[in-house]
């Protein structure tokens, strides 16, 4: 097997991990493959409300608005390449986040490997996404413009914006 064959089965498989790890959450995460090299993700907070019945404890995620006060938004997505590496996200929307570009609205990924697994990093986008500080550099801003409001919406317990493991499972957690 070549390096190239080697390769695009890696992404085959990647793939199939992907969809497998996304299929309990498919009433609120919508994924479309766009060619053979990008998916689009997105994200519906009033379909994850509705399939979890999880309580609403603010916003379901925030976008750059051109202020320092970003403004509240129900569904965001992202584009994630992988013709080659790096991978790269692209947001539809930017999440006003540290870790995600000013103009491109490009993330931050960190620091890629040959095993980074695609599923990780479509987990770190989502996590982006529903400001979830386990994942956020604040040493290493991509983006300082809405740094003080992320630390003060931080302080004050308003992230991560939903009940990560309803997200992530598909299934109504007590918060």
């Given at each position: 097997?070549?390096?190239?064959?080697?390769?695009?089965?890696?992404?085959?498989?990647?793939?199939?991990?992907?969809?497998?790890?996304?299929?309990p959450c498919s009433a609120?995460?919508?994924?479309?493959?766009?060619?053979?090299?990008?998916?689009?993700?997105?994200?519906?907070?009033?379909?994850?409300?509705?399939?979890?019945?999880?309580?609403?404890?603010?916003?379901?995620?925030?976008?750059?608005?051109?202020?320092?006060?970003?403004?509240?938004?129900?569904?965001?997505?992202?584009?994630?390449?992988?013709?080659?590496?790096?991978f790269t996200i692209v947001?539809?929307?930017?999440?006003?986040?540290?870790?995600?570009?000013?103009?491109?609205?490009?993330?931050?990924?960190?620091?890629?490997?040959?095993?980074?697994?695609?599923?990780?990093?479509?987990?770190?986008?989502?996590?982006?996404?529903?400001?979830?500080?386990?994942?956020?550099?604040?040493?290493?801003?991509?983006?300082?413009?809405?740094?003080?409001?992320?630390?003060?919406?931080?302080?004050?317990?308003?992230?991560?914006?939903?009940?990560?493991?309803?997200?992530?499972?598909?299934?109504?957690?007590?918060?």
């Amino acid at each position: 097997m070549t390096d190239r064959e080697a390769e695009v089965r890696w992404l085959k498989q990647s793939l199939q991990e992907v969809r497998q790890k996304l299929a309990p959450c498919s009433a609120y995460i919508k994924l479309e493959r766009l060619s053979n090299t990008s998916l689009h993700i997105t994200l519906d907070g009033e379909a994850f409300y509705a399939a979890t019945g999880c309580r609403r404890k603010g916003p379901f995620t925030y976008v750059d608005n051109g202020t320092n006060t970003p403004s509240p938004a129900e569904k965001n997505g992202f584009r994630l390449s992988f013709a080659i590496r790096p991978f790269t996200i692209v947001f539809d929307e930017r999440p006003a986040h540290p870790n995600v570009y000013d103009v491109s609205k490009r993330m931050c990924t960190g620091y890629q490997t040959s095993t980074t697994s695609m599923l990780t990093l479509v987990g770190k986008a989502m996590r982006v996404i529903l400001f979830d500080p386990g994942i956020v550099n604040t040493h290493s801003a991509a983006c300082g413009k809405e740094f003080t409001w992320y630390r003060t919406m931080r302080d004050q317990g308003k992230f991560p914006c939903v009940n990560l493991a309803a997200f992530f499972s598909g299934e109504y957690h007590e918060d």
